[in-house]
């Protein structure tokens, strides 16, 4: 059914994962008038915001994240007491890998200068404060922190387009967009128009398209974005018997990571009970519109680490469920939020490149991006020089890091 309503908006929003439903929100709760447009279904598993699990976490090499990571956490909060229900489960984090990696002692740099409690343990002090449930290498270290927790990506998502549409908002899902163009007739703006040939006219437009994001800025400004599709698998393994509570979140059990090769992460038992979930944190270029779905990831390094850290613990056979999902990365992996420029200077403002470790910050980045739309620019003390889009102008590498790359390319058959 064609939508018969009013075709003039302050903004419309292109995509409607995490980001884009997140800004709507902030939107239409500062009382612009709104529309979120989504390609597919609302809550489809073609992208990069759905599933059962991502995690939070302040503990970041770069330490320009501290700030969204800080502000999201309490936009979490705020944000499920308007709905009244929970997505965000707390839990420690604990990240891991050899003394000297260069990645996991910048985490221990970003807490300190931060000033975020911390504590960090040789292999003999984790084994003994994880009760045996973890273990490391003798020359390894690892880093607690109390700010961890387990989101629920769909019902999050969910979560923001409900309060979306509660505070005024229209919702339009199954609404590919063809082109945005500038609206040279009327008092300025850009057209937004559909495949099915609907046109809609904001005063202000952004583009959160996600895996999709480079082919739609191509059509519309004639430039590459730098962002590349990746599809990624999942893996949930079986916690062996007897062992289940041992790592269930109610026990206290964290979200981790793990530097070094291969870069590995997980979330304690949740979503399925008596499975844990561990992944590498890599994948393979795809196009999104011809996605290979599958065959999955190389798994004998995987097993191995899930053998030596958890104490035999969980069952290393194979993964006994697998989830595919899309990443869309940066060269750097930094995102990008940024007005296109060009002809369409502020009117149009970007957001891409956030999969891999994003969608915990969904709540500050969808602020970040109302303001940059109906501001010109965005307050909360976040250094956005970090995620200009002109950075890679300079540099095709992007924002320059003293440590290695963490996602692995190719890691997947």
């Known amino acids: 059914m064609e939508y018969s309503g009013d075709h003039r908006f302050d903004v419309i929003i292109v995509g409607a994962g995490v980001m884009g439903s997140s800004a709507a929100y902030q939107l239409a709760k500062r009382g612009h008038k709104t529309l979120l447009l989504e390609q597919f279904d609302f809550l489809h598993h073609r992208g990069s915001s759905h599933g059962e699990s991502r995690t939070i976490r302040a503990t970041y090499p770069e330490d320009y994240y501290y700030t969204m990571v800080s502000e999201s956490a309490q936009l979490w909060a705020q944000a499920q007491s308007e709905i009244g229900y929970k997505v965000h489960f707390p839990t420690q984090q604990f990240d891991m890998g050899p003394k000297d990696q260069r990645s996991l002692l910048s985490v221990v740099a970003t807490c300190r200068k931060h000033g975020l409690a911390h504590r960090v343990m040789d292999s003999k002090t984790v084994s003994e404060y994880f009760s045996g449930r973890i273990n490391i290498p003798e020359n390894w270290i690892g880093v607690s922190t109390d700010l961890g927790g387990v989101i629920k990506p769909t019902k999050a998502v969910s979560m923001f387009q409900t309060l979306a549409l509660k505070n005024g908002a229209v919702l339009r899902d199954n609404t590919k967009v063809a082109n945005i163009k500038k609206d040279g007739e009327n008092e300025g703006g850009v057209i937004v128009s559909t495949v099915k040939g609907e046109k809609f006219h904001g005063k202000k437009c952004i583009v959160t398209a996600g895996a999709w994001i480079g082919k739609l800025v191509k059509t519309v400004a004639g430039i590459e974005f730098p962002v590349e599709p990746l599809e990624t698998t999942v893996c949930y393994w079986r916690i062996k018997e007897g062992h289940e509570d041992k790592f269930a979140i109610d026990s206290e059990f964290p979200t981790f990571a793990s530097y070094g090769t291969p870069y590995v992460y997980g979330t304690p038992s949740l979503e399925y009970p008596g499975l844990i979930k561990v992944a590498v944190h890599g994948g393979y270029l795809c196009d999104p519109d011809k996605r290979p779905w599958g065959p999955g990831v190389k798994l004998e390094e995987l097993k191995e680490w899930i053998k030596e850290r958890f104490g ?38 970007v957001g891409g490149g956030f999969s891999g470790h994003g969608f915990k910050m969904a709540p500050a980045v969808g602020r970040i991006l109302a303001e940059l739309a109906t501001e010109g620019e965005a307050g909360g003390g976040v250094e956005m020089k970090q995620f200009s889009l002109r950075r890679f102008e300079e540099n095709p590498k992007g924002n320059a890091k003293e440590y290695p790359d963490q996602v692995i390319l190719g890691s997947c058959l």
């Open 312 to 349: 035999g613990m969980v069952d290393t056979e194979g993964p006994v469920a697998t989830q595919l999902c899309m990443y869309s990365m940066t060269p750097d992996e930094d995102f990008v939020i940024d007005f296109l420029g060009g002809e369409f200077g502020k009117d149009v403002v």
